[in-house]
């Protein structure tokens, strides 16, 4: 059993440490990137993966999983990331989600930003249950681990804070949405929008509840 191995058994942390990434730099291996994705849930938009190594001598403050933190709070780490880490995303978008999957479409914006590093990673640190093929050799996954490890919240911050400012501009161009607001998420809004107007260039057209409100918007454009 590998000394990760063992640290999975381990009771969840009240927040994400650095214990993961410790016992692998007690292995030799010394750029440990962190990486999650934001996006898997949405009705439309991207899916938006990112890796980030970690200086273990200059840790940003305060990191944690993106959704246990204010908005505000995600662009001040977010700053503070970039500053002191080696940081690559990937945004994969709406059409290569209806043509790969979802699944498929998060795993490999995860190679893209492993690739896209600046310094080559010696092992990959990775949210959820799958590692994609490329990482096979050099990749963990951890179930929680944007609560567990400090790298793997870093990623997760740089991931959601990429997509959202995407939401926003996407708003800009499609208002009738609501994208600023909700992200493409599926609220109320967005429902209403969906079943007013039909689907934008961004909305998931092989998502099963997209698909159904579409055909809602069209037979109502029919009646």
């Not at 200059?58 to 908005?71: A, F, H, R, V």
Request: aromatic letters at 6%; glycine letters at 8%.
């Amino acid at each position: 059993m590998s000394v990760t191995d063992s640290l999975k058994s381990f009771t969840l942390p009240s927040a994400p440490d650095f214990s993961i990434e410790a016992a692998l730099l007690a292995q030799g291996k010394y750029a440990i990137a962190g990486v999650d994705e934001a996006g898997r849930g949405p009705l439309a938009g991207p899916v938006t993966s990112a890796a980030v190594i970690l200086n273990p001598d200059n840790l940003p403050m305060g990191l944690n999983d993106s959704k246990k933190l204010t908005e505000k709070r995600r662009e001040i780490l977010f700053d503070e990331i970039l500053k002191t880490s080696h940081v690559a995303w990937c945004s994969l978008n709406a059409q290569t989600i209806d043509k790969i999957n979802i699944r498929e479409a998060a795993l490999h914006a995860m190679e893209v930003s492993i690739a896209q590093l600046p310094i080559k990673a010696d092992y990959a640190i990775i949210d959820g249950r799958d590692v994609p093929k490329a990482l096979t050799n050099i990749g963990e996954a951890f179930i929680k681990g944007d609560t567990r490890s400090l790298s793997i919240a870093a990623a997760s911050i740089i991931a959601k804070v990429v997509r959202d400012r995407m939401m926003v501009e996407a708003d800009k161009l499609y208002p009738a949405y609501g994208f600023a607001g909700h992200k493409g998420y599926g609220s109320q809004k967005h429902r209403e929008a969906i079943l007013k107007f039909g689907g934008s260039p961004l909305h998931r057209k092989s998502f099963s509840p997209l698909k159904q409100m579409l055909e809602k918007a069209d037979n109502k454009k029919g009646a």
